[in-house]
């Protein structure tokens, strides 16, 4: 966590010059400017991270809207379409249609996914990397969707706050490329033990905990790689640098969600207390707003936290050793040990 917030500007409209950075003078006069900015939380790192119980939870706070996994937008609409946690699809949702409306004011959401095709997802880091260096067109057009989606969420919630959890590192590039007098960029790196995210990725012969999507299964050794690829990225390109960065453990988060959430609430300068306080008074707190992306947590009523126990009984020893072969250096970083718990 940097208390200093330094930010990188996106060069002006219609320029050619790169992508630079500044860094702030002080941190006062930085939360004196956060105020008047539109703020965006993003939860990123490996997927199966528990990322769906994080973004709840803060969506319950009256000033936080929390969207889910917001990159995949669009198909949100594509029929058959998602459902929103207030169960309706998404087209027939007054909150996602009403955005839909709104944004298209500025762009066809076909475009913004163009550009989420184009300049998302791990393959895609050179071509942004570059694009943001160079200040190619396209890119900086991107951005500027972004940013509009964002404001368009905003307005339709009428809170300050917006979260997505799609966790992609290339996506949270991105964000980190809006302009900062208008919006106020935070990153939540969720990580969660890379031997609990190998029993939730890996086909299990009794076929559970995974979606269908994910049953052509890649070897896990490419899974290994994965975890460690991603929150590596994730790592380099928000934890030394120039962003504001909280690390979270899954595992501390679970444990101990009191205390993690007034630590994140610290971080936000946004008071959790109350949220905080029903969980450790073991109350169900309840699910608010319109979730679309993200697991089936979202139709739930109200969320209680349960610890993540099941892998360290049932997890094959040929994928703890791949896994802790290929990425246990990165694991031993973020504090996990060879033996779990
Ligand atoms: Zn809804």
Redo the contacts with the bound molecule.
């Keep these: 966590m940097h208390e200093t917030a330094p930010v990188l500007v996106a060069s002006g409209e219609g320029s050619t010059a790169p992508l630079r950075t500044r860094r702030g003078a002080n941190s006062s006069k930085n939360e004196e400017r956060a105020k008047n900015r539109l703020r965006v939380v993003y939860i990123v790192g490996s997927v199966r991270s528990g990322s769906t119980l994080l973004d709840v939870l803060l969506g319950s706070h009256p000033d936080i809207h929390s969207t889910g996994e917001l990159a995949r937008i669009s198909k949100y609409y594509e029929p058959p379409g998602y459902r929103?946690?207030?169960g309706?699809g998404a087209s027939e949702?007054?909150?996602?249609s009403g955005v839909l409306q709104d944004f298209e004011r500025t762009s066809p959401l076909q475009e913004l996914n163009r550009g989420w095709r184009r300049f998302e997802g791990f393959r895609a880091f050179p071509r942004t990397w570059w694009g943001a260096r160079t200040g190619t067109r396209a890119l900086r057009e991107q951005v500027a969707r972004l940013g509009e989606m964002i404001r368009s969420i905003a307005r339709a919630s009428g809170k300050g706050t917006v979260i997505d959890s799609s966790k992609d590192p290339v996506r949270g590039f991105l964000y980190s490329l809006l302009p900062s007098d208008a919006f106020d960029v935070r990153y939540i790196h969720l990580v969660r033990d890379g031997r609990g995210f190998m029993f939730s990725v890996t086909a299990r012969p009794d076929g559970a905990g995974l979606g269908q999507r994910h049953k052509k299964g890649r070897p896990a050794a490419v899974r290994a790689l994965e975890w460690a690829s991603t929150n590596l990225l994730t790592s380099i390109l928000f934890a030394g640098g120039d962003t504001q960065y909280l690390r979270l453990r899954y595992e501390d988060f679970v444990a101990q969600p009191s205390l993690e959430l007034r630590r994140i609430g610290t971080f936000l300068g946004t008071d959790l207390s109350s949220i905080a306080e029903d969980l450790s008074q073991g109350r169900a707190v309840p699910i608010a707003g319109?979730i679309v992306g993200g697991n089936r947590l979202r139709f739930n009523a109200a969320v209680i936290i349960q610890p993540d126990t099941e892998w360290q009984r049932r997890l094959p020893a040929r994928l703890d050793w791949t896994f802790w072969g290929l990425a246990g250096w990165l694991a031993l970083a973020y504090g996990y040990h060879r033996t779990a718990g």
């Design positions: 929103c946690s207030c309706k949702c007054p909150f996602w319109h």
